[in-house]
């Protein structure tokens, strides 16, 4: 963004191109929001990236900005403290109540440490998450969230020879040595098994999220490890890839209803996804839970609004942003800190979507 030009003024504080001049040498935080009419506050979250901003307040705040030369301030201000009080956090996509629930736990426990957080989206796009973390790690933040990393592996050996601080939130074990904050996923869903085979179900599908992530696997361990302990042995066919979205929970649970042998229950690793094996049940003329029960994975807000509303592992999203950020704050105080691997628990959750398992495989219908 452009510097106020130089100049006179016009009395009232106005350069001769209109641009409003800062009161000082340097515009500050108060002037940006003299000028845009909004709180400081507001102004800290519209530099800082936050998500829950109007746009027309935005657009104000930056046009302020741009009219100030605040920007270089800032940038001043980081080179000469060497730190921004800002930590960056990468997410995919801000559309699902999952990352929005981490987001949100995130900007509690960063305004509790006096940090401002700065948000990029990677669209699930591996270069630019890249480009990112490039960017990020040299200066702008002073530490990183990163949740569901893609290129993991390059990603650790940028940040690590940077001796820059991160935390990732929802991985495995891939990268051993990192921070992460991760669910009880395998535990979670082993109690998901037990509700289901102490219902009478011997018959269950399994519906993966995206196979790239670690939650994934760690879920279909506890699929796999449920049916084990139950004596049940495993039915490769009633294992479908998915990617934790509807449309494929929908697609996935056609294809399970379509076996020789359906299932009587259905586990989605995430409530979208069993949202689409709700459609996919009623579609084919099948009642929820008398002819099919449904599990899911993550209790976000939707899961208690459908009908029949979910049967769900409860996944504490605000819990696992707020402790990364803690866990972010203290590798700041200490870098050379061990890592550590902090593990959020998890609860099944029992609503209207399970029940005990029919006498025969319900008929299809058209």
């Known amino acids: 963004m452009a510097q106020a030009t130089g100049g006179g003024t016009d009395g009232r504080g106005r350069t001769p191109t209109g641009n409003v001049r800062a009161r000082s040498g340097r515009p500050t935080i108060f002037d940006v929001a003299r000028v845009s009419g909004v709180s400081y506050s507001t102004v800290s979250r519209v530099v800082n990236g936050h998500p829950h901003i109007r746009e027309e307040t935005r657009r104000r705040v930056q046009q302020a900005m741009s009219q100030l030369g605040y920007v270089a301030y800032v940038s001043a201000r980081t080179l000469a403290s060497g730190r921004s009080q800002v930590v960056g956090l990468l997410a995919q996509e801000l559309e699902t109540s999952f990352f929005m629930g981490i987001v949100r736990g995130v900007d509690q426990q960063v305004s509790t440490a006096e940090y401002d957080f700065m948000l990029c989206t990677t669209h699930d796009r591996r270069e630019k998450e890249a480009a990112y973390v490039a960017r990020l790690s040299h200066g702008m933040v002073d530490g990183l969230l990163i949740i569901l990393p893609r290129g993991l592996p390059d990603h650790v050996e940028a940040l690590r020879a940077a001796r820059f601080s991160f935390v990732l939130i929802d991985h495995d074990d891939e990268a051993p040595g990192c921070n992460v904050v991760n669910a009880a996923d395998r535990r979670g869903t082993v109690a998901a098994m037990k509700h289901l085979v102490g219902l009478g179900h011997r018959r269950i599908g399994f519906i993966t999220g995206t196979l790239h992530v670690g939650s994934t696997h760690e879920r279909l361990g506890g699929y796999r490890g449920g049916l084990m302990a139950a004596g049940i042995s495993l039915a490769a066919e009633l294992v479908v890839p ?125």
Do not use: C, K, N, W
């Open 242 to 366: 998915g990617d934790f979205l509807e449309p494929r929970g929908f697609e996935a649970t056609r294809e399970l209803l379509a076996l020789a042998e359906p299932p009587t229950a259905i586990f989605a690793s995430s409530d979208a996804a069993a949202i689409g094996v709700l459609r996919a049940a009623r579609e084919a003329g099948l009642r929820v839970p008398e002819d099919l029960s449904v599990v899911a994975f993550d209790d976000v807000p939707e899961a208690s609004y459908v009908d029949p509303a979910l049967t769900t592992v409860r996944q504490p999203l605000r819990e696992m942003g707020g402790s990364a950020v803690r866990r972010l704050m203290e590798l700041l105080a200490e870098p050379d800190a061990p890592a550590q691997r902090i593990v959020v628990a998890t609860e099944l959750v029992v609503r209207e979507s399970t029940g005990p398992a029919p006498a025969s495989t319900p008929a299809q219908h058209g």
